[in-house]
């Protein structure tokens, strides 16, 4: 009942920049969350951010991402971007937008998921 659409991913080179997006359409209604999530080949799906819809500060990045990943949101279009600057190999992997009435940093709590986005950092 819920449809996410991820876009912004690409190739870039070590300290360059990307600006994911993610929109939630469909029955979003109790959707409040939306978050981000990775994976690299061979690694655990692991948490970046997540962002309420309700309260602009509700905000949590995971240790990776702070001081270089920056979630900005539009509410009225159920959208979140995600700024990346400074990017650097380990940020390689598949993107995931989630959403959820939850607001969690765990994967398992998440019912709606994207197709993924791919960014690759090059050495």
């Known amino acids: 009942q819920v449809q996410l659409v991820e876009s912004g991913g690409g190739l870039v080179e070590t300290g360059g920049s990307l600006r994911l997006s993610c929109a939630a359409s469909?029955?979003?209604?109790?959707?409040?969350?939306m978050a981000w999530f990775r994976q690299a080949p061979g690694k655990e799906r692991e948490f970046v951010v997540i962002a309420s819809l309700l309260n602009n500060d509700w905000t949590t990045y995971a240790d990776s991402a702070k001081g270089r990943f920056t979630l900005s949101r539009d509410v009225a279009k159920n959208t979140v971007y995600l700024q990346m600057d400074k990017l650097g190999p380990g940020d390689t992997a598949v993107y995931y937008c989630a959403a959820e009435e939850t607001y969690s940093i765990l994967a398992r709590q998440y019912k709606y998921w994207g197709q993924g986005t791919q960014v690759t950092v090059s050495s």
């Open positions: 469909g029955q979003t209604t109790t959707t409040y969350n």
